[in-house]
């Protein structure tokens, strides 16, 4: 059952074994592997309820439906960089691109070194994944759907020696349609919005869409092992917004054993942070990273209509152990639009020939650390100075991508850089690749994967949350979002939330049954 | 706490102005921002967002416009200088070697692109045809 703002005419006050705030990768899951088992499950969802139907293919309609504030969330510090999430019914999933990539080998096994978490080895996590990648159809794109911007890709990193490898993704029959990031219109992306949501919904899961939580309750309760008094999550109250005016309306209330909250890394450390909670370790909110990305975009003789493809569908690894890696990245035009040069009538014959682009990405697993602090309102700031040693992975990412490009006959190459906004030659290549770059010198960076601002380890001082999720100092709160992990993850985090989200579920399924 | 209200009549011609240096009408193809009621997609987009960003750009519109005086050594804002003044001062923005310059045109020219490019028939004007997709 999903209830939206126009079904809810009175306060609500709900009981469940749990309560979970957020829909997207983390509360999804969480939802759907409680209420399998037979729990109780209240999924509280700030973001409106959208059906395959809403989502018009129209990138603006979607972003304002779709998108916390309308896409227009940047970092604070050089470079400003835009940080989308998705606030709706599946959270950033409804609006990412698809790609499913497992947290690398060395990352798990550098959690287990370097910030004592435990049991996160690739062995430990292997059936995590796998339960995950079955319910989502996981799966290699085909060399048919590749389609023409990664036969120019392939084109230029032949020519180069690199190798060009497909991506896999949850998908069911996906027809190409290169909007993934604004709602799948023949609901073929596995989002949870059309996968486990739905699957919660059916062992009975109730969420409640356009209710924004705002308050965890807790309570002090004896542990029975210690005897001494401890903090613990009892609920969650919060408020139904009017969609249309985002006005406050009615109240709601959910009483519960264990709280989930799974608002993803920007709001979830706000939320505690506005609640006062689990501030004993001082790391909430800390430790930010982003993925920072620039899109390198090149025009070519040859019509391209990228739009008509998989926007994501191929990627370079061939530079990831230094952090580097480059990925499809194809958007509409009303959205590629603001990441070319020029205006007036140079940018008009540009984008009259918008048919002919291709372009690329390049994804920096970062070193730099932000922040989520507290603004006006108790809504989030987010901190993140770029550092110098990012913005140069960053600068070699797009060289390498602009030769990629050149090898491939493209004929311009349009970059974030400035002074080097517009290429066309492996000499300015060169001369980018030499040149002294400020991180001032980067307008126009995006980042998707928002991380580690309430991260995991056994040391209570160093972390949030410990190797089950749970917080160290409010006993039955747990975290199950991208915020959890300690480290960048060099790749799309999605099915890293998925899979630590399915191990937490059993942790609170065993707390649940009570003592054995 | 979040409603914007309407954007101000002077604030308005500074959008329309701007946007139609961007994106003028004729070219490549003949629409332009003119004819895409720019000032009101800009108005509708900004509404129900936090009030520190709609003030962020509504602020970073009027410092654009009346910046002209200290930034140019000019006696008249943005919206009263002659075209081909107008031109020239998007471009020191667009070249400058300050940063926040270079940024804040990104973020207005941003809401201006998306005006623009998100109107069926500039879409059309450009061959943005999408191929129609049905669920299975
Ligand atoms: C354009 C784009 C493309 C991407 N592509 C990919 C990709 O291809 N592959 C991949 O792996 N990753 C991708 N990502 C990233 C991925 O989707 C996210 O990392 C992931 O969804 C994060 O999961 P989460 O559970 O942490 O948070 P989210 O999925 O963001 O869910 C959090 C939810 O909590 C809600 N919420 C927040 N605060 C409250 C509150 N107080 N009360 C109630 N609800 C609240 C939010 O509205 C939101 O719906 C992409 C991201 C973007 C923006
Ligand atoms: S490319 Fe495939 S998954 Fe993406 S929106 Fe189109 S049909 Fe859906």
């Not at chain 1, 400003?80 to 798990?108: E, K, M, W």
């Not at chain 1, 949030?464 to 915020?483: K, P, Q, R, W």
């Not at chain 2, 009263?80 to 020239?88: F, P, R, S, T, V």
Request: with cysteine; glycine share 8%; charged share 20%.
């Amino acid at each position: 059952m999903i209830r939206t703002f126009s079904e809810i005419t009175s306060d609500v006050v709900e009981e469940a074994d749990v309560c979970i705030i957020g829909s997207g990768a983390g509360g999804a899951v969480m939802a759907k592997e409680l209420a399998e088992k037979g729990h109780t499950v209240v999924v509280l969802e700030e973001g409106g309820n959208f059906v395959t139907a809403d989502f018009n293919r129209n990138g603006v309609d979607m972003i304002r439906k779709l998108y916390r504030a309308k896409g227009l969330i940047f970092t604070r510090g050089l470079p400003h960089i835009a940080l989308p999430l998705g606030r709706c019914v599946g959270g950033t999933t409804t609006i990412n691109s698809g790609t499913c990539f497992r947290t690398p080998d060395g990352v798990l096994n550098n959690w287990e070194a370097s910030h004592q978490v435990k049991d996160c080895s690739p062995v430990t996590m292997r059936p995590y994944f796998e339960r995950v990648e079955q319910a989502l159809n996981v799966q290699e794109v085909s060399p048919e759907q590749m389609g023409r911007y990664a036969a120019i890709i392939r084109r230029g990193a032949d020519r180069l020696g690199y190798e060009v490898k497909p991506l896999r993704r949850n998908v069911r029959g996906c027809q190409g349609s290169g909007v993934c990031a604004f709602g799948c219109p023949i609901g073929a992306k596995q989002s949870m919005n059309v996968s486990y949501l739905p699957r919660a919904c059916q062992s009975g899961a109730r969420i409640y869409a356009n209710c924004q939580a705002t308050e965890i309750l807790t309570e002090l309760m004896k542990s029975p092992s210690t005897r001494h008094r401890r903090r613990a999550a009892c609920g969650v109250s919060g408020i139904v917004l009017n969609p249309q005016n985002e006005s406050a309306t009615f109240n709601i209330v959910v009483r519960a054993k264990v709280v989930v909250v799974a608002a993803g890394a920007v709001h979830t450390p706000a939320l505690l942070l506005k609640n006062r909670l689990c501030l004993d370790s001082g790391q909430v909110g800390k430790n930010l990273r982003i993925h920072p990305t620039a899109r390198i975009t090149a025009l070519f003789d040859e019509p391209i209509e990228g739009w008509n493809e998989v926007p994501q569908s191929c990627y370079i690894d061939r530079f990831a152990a230094e952090g580097i890696t480059l990925e499809g990245m194809f958007v509409p035009p009303e959205i590629a639009a603001f990441g070319l040069p020029h205006f007036g009538e140079p940018h008009k014959s540009l984008m009259k020939h918008y048919r002919n682009m291709a372009s690329f990405g390049v994804r920096v697993s970062d070193s730099s650390a932000g922040d989520v602090r507290l603004g006006l309102g108790g809504s989030p700031n987010i901190h993140y100075p770029l550092n110098r040693d990012d913005a140069q992975k960053l600068i070699k990412g797009i060289a390498i991508t602009a030769e990629i490009f050149l090898a491939a006959g493209a004929k311009k190459i349009f970059t974030p850089v400035y002074q080097y906004s517009e290429m066309s030659s492996n000499a300015d290549v060169a001369r980018l690749s030499r040149a002294k770059i400020r991180v001032s010198d980067l307008v126009g960076l995006a980042a998707f994967h928002p991380l580690g601002t309430c991260r995991m380890g056994s040391v209570r001082e160093k972390s949030v949350v410990d190797s089950n999720g749970e917080t160290h100092d409010v006993e039955n709160l747990f975290i199950s979002d991208a915020s959890i992990f300690p480290t960048a993850l060099g790749v799309n985090p999605q099915i890293s939330i998925m899979a630590f989200s399915t191990k937490t579920a059993e942790v609170i399924r065993a707390r649940l049954a009570g003592p054995a | 706490m979040r409603n914007l209200g309407a954007l101000s009549a002077p604030e308005r011609k500074i959008i329309e102005c701007f946007a139609e240096k961007l994106v003028p009408q004729g070219g490549s193809f003949s629409l332009g921002a003119k004819d895409v009621r720019i000032s009101e997609f800009v108005e509708d987009y900004l509404s129900n967002l936090p009030l520190s960003l709609i003030w962020s750009v509504r602020g970073l519109f009027l410092l654009f416009n009346f910046a002209v005086y200290p930034l140019a050594n000019k006696v008249r804002p943005f919206t009263g200088l002659k075209d081909a003044q107008q031109i020239a001062y998007i471009e020191s923005w667009e070249k400058s070697p300050v940063y926040f310059k270079r940024a804040g045109l990104k973020l207005l020219s941003t809401l201006v692109m998306m005006g623009v490019y998100h109107d069926a028939r500039v879409a059309q004007a450009i061959s943005y045809r999408p191929k129609s997709t049905v669920a299975e």
